[in-house]
């Protein structure tokens, strides 16, 4: 596709069910990265890949939250037992280099626990 | 750890003044900074970005200034339009060790540009 798409676009769930984020790249790139946003704030850091490798996973909040990319391509943001404290926008980003060039973002997945 | 932030949380200028969004980080050993555009639905988009070697890049419309000794970034565009209005992040990459890759951004700037 042109760019990285992210489904689905919105999530409603009750607190205590389990979710998982899906996350296509844009084909070819290398890096793929999770980010969580905030209302008014900036995108912060969960995690990142280079092809299947889990680079970092220092940003997860918890061991409630985890990521996969069994195949380099594809991404699984799998949260458990969901809180409403994780109600957010979720977005995955893909990048054609392992560092230093521009992440391309996807429109988001609105996440709402309740 | 990489902090990064904004002097100012709002911009609002008239249709062709130019305008001047600021970003301060933290670690003096950052070597790749990105400034993204987000309009409201939708994910941040690339703008302009600049590595450590360099202090003034240029776009269209758009140049980004970096300044290390301060550890100051500052995006600035020129002739502003309407179509400019949106929240403005800066991002720094870290610049080594186990988390090479991870970009951290800033807390946004909104510019409202009135017509």
């Known amino acids: 596709g042109a760019g990285v798409s992210q489904s689905p676009r919105y999530k409603v769930t009750k607190r205590g069910q389990d979710v998982a984020l899906r996350c296509d790249p844009i084909?070819?790139?290398?890096?793929l990265y999770w980010y969580r946003q905030a209302l008014g704030q900036g995108p912060e850091f969960l995690t990142y890949?280079?092809?299947?490798?889990?680079?970092?996973k220092s940003g997860l909040p918890n061991d409630r939250f985890s990521a996969e990319r069994p195949e380099g391509s594809i991404s699984t943001l799998t949260i458990q037992r969901t809180e409403q404290r994780d109600s957010a926008m979720y977005r995955c980003?893909?990048?054609?280099?392992?560092?230093?060039?521009?992440?391309?973002f996807g429109n988001g997945t609105r996440l709402t626990v309740t | 750890g990489e902090s990064v932030g904004l002097h100012l949380p709002t911009l609002s200028v008239q249709e062709g003044d130019n305008s001047i969004i600021n970003c301060a980080y933290s670690?003096?050993?950052?070597?790749?900074f990105i400034w993204y555009k987000q309009e409201s639905g939708k994910g941040p988009q690339f703008i302009i970005d600049?590595?450590?070697?360099?202090d003034k890049r240029q776009g269209q419309r758009v140049t980004v200034l970096l300044n290390k000794t301060v550890k100051h970034l500052s995006l600035q565009i020129a002739a502003t339009q309407p179509g400019d209005s949106a929240v403005y992040f800066c991002?720094?990459?870290?610049?080594?060790?186990?988390?090479?890759?991870?970009?951290?951004f800033g807390q946004g700037t909104i510019l409202t540009v009135h017509p």
């Open positions: 890949f280079n092809y299947e490798a889990q680079q970092d």
């Open positions: 980003a893909s990048s054609p280099r392992t560092a230093g060039s521009p992440l391309h």
């Open positions: 991002a720094v990459l870290n610049a080594g060790g186990t988390s090479y890759g991870k970009l951290t």
């Open positions: 670690n003096s050993a950052s070597d790749y």
């Open positions: 600049i590595r450590s070697n360099m």
């Open positions: 084909s070819g790139h290398v890096s």
